[in-house]
């Protein structure tokens, strides 16, 4: 009985910190750019961009450990 | 925000606001002294009374909106940054200094963007983004802004306690005093107050000047590593990976953030926006005066030797002329203290502009907790860290707060690009085609040596021998 009121306290917590990060994910869900050519183009290089970062991060990650 | 507000309110009642001239048909200020008094003495004297009122206004209204510009440029030259200039300096001697020299207008060219930005949004650069850009590149930037800013605050950390222990003062006291002074400043409740510490602070940055003409340089040859000229002497890797820490050291994302905030905060508006122009333009040229002097004194006296801190460069500097060697130390402790101030107010306003807080310097204790309390955590924590760690731990630290920031820093520029290109949000203010065509080299520029220096950081033969 304490047990589950504890998890039950514990749950209210945890969403009350969350609640915030979703109330602003769906607040800014949409962007509100004007989507022309090229800011699609720019955003498209953005994502190739972090994704050779992040593979050259986990390359190194990689090789360091062995 | 308020505080800016009435600053500006009682500029204008005092009457130091520009008189308007009312034109004549042939073009002359009707208010002038030129049309009632002809070409007399008289009237040569009246014009000059007119042009020097008018320029002592206009002096007086620049030393009210005076303060981000000059303080994001001068915190610029951060614990790493004088590290990197000491470094340049001690390899290349004043070969590097034209380098120097061009970083300055592309510092001030990406700096007044987010002036204009700033002033005509009222918006933070992190709100910007999340509301222009939606909800995952938002949390994708601040969440490596909040991660980029922390490693970094603890350089700066690192290079605040290395300078005060030259002077003996434990690295435990020097980080509680300066986390005391920090709380302090921003607790105090004004922007205004705030803004006039600081300062304070910038002008002792430039303690680099003295000690330089102290060295007794040969000036002939300062003058002629101001002319483009690429050193061979360490190798095609070593200069490489020189030039581009230069880079990184003088464009920074958290520079953007900072920058933008500190004008909404300061309450700066579209018509203010010359003045905001002005004010970045001296930070820019403070900011490379602080680093070639830096480059002039350890080019003088360390050169060819081995530095690999700026606080070994002071030491060694101490060895050669005890003096310079004390205000070098001195130097890296109020770069590290600058840095760590607008770097840690950087992301606190951030996490404030997203979470909806109240997060003005202006804000009181009570209506601004969560942003005092980020920051808090953020300051004691950076702090703790350069406390516990083991000194294999801090140069990983070092390591990685230059990939993150690569990471961070196209992205911010690209979205700053974007967003200053926007019709609809910035209307008058926004790029004409010769600042975009700048802007798009600038950028790219900087995201191909960015993503250069990352790899050279991670794998150092790559380019060759590093050094």
């Not at chain 2, 940054?81 to 380098?99: C, E």
């Not at chain 2, 920031?405 to 690009?417: D, E, H, S």
């Amino acid at each position: 009985m304490v047990e589950g009121r504890k998890r039950g306290r514990l749950r209210i917590w945890l969403s009350n910190k969350v609640q915030p990060f979703v109330d602003i994910t769906r607040k800014y869900r949409q962007p509100k750019i004007k989507m022309t050519r090229i800011v699609r183009i720019a955003l498209l290089l953005l994502r190739f961009y972090l994704i050779l970062i992040i593979a050259i991060l986990v390359f190194k990650f990689v090789t360091s450990i062995g | 925000m308020a505080e800016g507000k009435d600053i500006k309110q009682s500029a204008t009642i005092k009457g130091d606001t520009l008189p308007a001239p009312i034109h004549s048909s042939n073009g002359l200020a009707a208010n002038s002294p030129n049309k009632t008094m002809g070409k007399s003495s008289l009237s040569l004297g009246a014009r000059f009374y007119y042009r020097y009122r008018k320029l002592w206004k206009t002096l007086k209204i620049y030393l009210i909106m005076a303060g981000p510009g000059i303080i994001v440029m001068v915190a610029d030259n951060d614990a790493g940054g004088i590290t990197t200039y000491t470094v340049t300096g001690s390899t290349y001697g004043y070969n590097l200094i034209w380098f120097l020299i061009l970083l300055g207008p592309i510092a001030y060219f990406v700096q007044e963007m987010t002036v204009r930005l700033g002033a005509v949004t009222k918006r933070g650069h992190a709100e910007a983004i999340f509301d222009a850009f939606g909800a995952f590149w938002g949390w994708f930037s601040l969440g490596d802004l909040a991660l980029t800013d922390w490693l970094t605050l603890i350089t700066e950390f690192i290079g605040m306690t290395a300078a005060l222990s030259i002077f003996g003062i434990p690295p435990l006291i020097t980080v509680v005093l300066v986390c005391i002074f920090m709380m302090a400043l921003v607790l105090n409740g004004k922007y205004w107050t705030w803004e006039k510490i600081v300062l304070v602070f910038c002008v002792l940055n430039l303690i680099y000047i003295p000690a330089a003409i102290m060295v007794h340089p040969d000036w002939d040859r300062v003058l002629g590593g101001a002319i483009p000229n690429l050193p061979a002497s360490q190798g095609l890797g070593a200069l490489v990976f020189l030039l581009m820490a230069n880079i990184g050291t003088t464009i920074a994302p958290w520079m953007l953030f900072f920058q933008q905030s500190s004008v909404v905060d300061k309450g700066m508006k579209p018509k203010d926006i010359p003045f905001g122009k002005m004010d970045t333009a001296i930070g820019a040229i403070l900011t490379v005066l602080v680093a070639v002097f830096l480059i002039v004194v350890t080019g003088t006296l360390l050169l060819g030797q081995p530095v690999n801190s700026a606080a070994e460069a002071a030491i060694a500097l101490q060895r050669e002329n005890n003096l310079v060697g004390t205000m070098v130390a001195i130097g890296l402790f109020d770069a590290g203290l600058l840095g760590a101030i607008c770097i840690s107010l950087a992301s606190s306003w951030a996490i404030g502009e997203v979470f909806g807080w109240a997060h003005s310097l202006n804000s009181s204790r009570k209506a601004a907790r969560g942003f005092h309390l980020f920051y808090f955590i953020l300051l004691v924590s950076a702090g703790a860290m350069v406390l516990i760690s083991s000194q294999h731990v801090l140069v990983i630290v070092t390591l990685f707060v230059q990939v993150i920031a690569v990471t961070l820093l196209p992205m911010a520029l690209v979205f700053l690009l974007l967003l200053l290109n926007n019709e609809q949000l910035m209307g008058k203010y926004k790029n004409n085609r010769l600042q975009n065509i700048i802007g798009f080299s600038i950028v790219s520029a900087i995201i191909l040596l960015s993503l250069l220096y990352a790899i050279t950081a991670m794998f150092p033969g790559l380019l060759g021998e590093v050094g």
